[in-house]
């Protein structure tokens, strides 16, 4: 194989495997899955503990956003398998570098927190 060839052959690698770091550069694929059973049994009936719940979950939502993000969520009831439906829907695309603009995520993840607080509050309370 000669000099040429074997540069050739490198060439072509290097290039490739830039490839895959500009693709996962532009991607807008969801980078998280967040699935939250929320408890709302007897033993959580106490509305400051639900009020933790809807908070943290809220933080969990507003942390993971600005990655992409699918998150399900519904309430946890005596047969949770028959009853579960996954009210809480959201999906948020990641922003690629091609797109990203500090303005537009902090729209979507005010949008994704005001979604999921909405649909918990009626979950929850």
Known sequence: MSSKQYLSIIGVMLLASGCQRVKDAVSTT?????VALIDISVSTDQASLRQRYHKELVEIVEKVVPYGAMIRADA???TPL???TFPIRI???RMSVID??????EDAVK???????SIAITILF
Do not use: Y
């Open 30 to 34: 969801p980078q998280m899955g967040i």
């Open 76 to 78: 946890i009831r005596a």
């Open 82 to 84: 028959a009853e579960t």
């Open 91 to 93: 999906d948020v695309p």
């Open 100 to 105: 990203k603009n500090e303005f537009l995520l």
């Open 111 to 117: 949008k994704a927190k005001c979604v999921f607080s």
